[in-house]
């Protein structure tokens, strides 16, 4: 992955994408970083399931300062923070729909019904079961709505 990202940078800047330029290079320092944090040295190759956990982990900031931006007004942000998420969520597996999330929520309940106060350990089972094809708060919202 990590060696993917850094293939990507030289057709980037051929092409002079300079969000698309900017993003990549954000992305490689966030994997040193993660190194770092994990007490490799910088030049250590990061594996895949680091890499997509911080890909994962940019892409919920990039949604989170979107939805701020949009609150308070500054749409001219929000379009940059957009178009940065568009390009990392490129490299994030597809994720299901939210009527597919709901089909295969209601499936699990058919199994076994929802204890009210169980619902968090619920949410859990489900990401464990969709794994990276599901956003978890999706999952929450699909859950949320079934249960209530």
Known sequence: MQEQIKAAIKPAMIAKDTVRLGTLRMLLAAFTNELVTQG?????????????????????????????????????????????????????????????????????????????TKKGQFVGTMMKELGDTADGAVVKAVIDRLTA
């Open 40 to 116: 490799h040295p910088p030049t250590d190759p990061l594996s895949d399931a680091d890499c997509m956990k911080v890909i994962k982990r940019l892409a919920k900031q990039r949604k989170d300062s979107i939805e701020q931006f949009v609150s308070g007004g500054r749409e001219d942000l929000a379009e940059d923070e957009k178009a940065e998420l568009a390009i990392i969520e490129e490299l994030l597996p597809a994720q299901m729909t939210e009527e597919e999330i709901e089909t295969r929520v209601k499936a699990k309940l058919a199994e076994s019904p929802l204890d009210p």
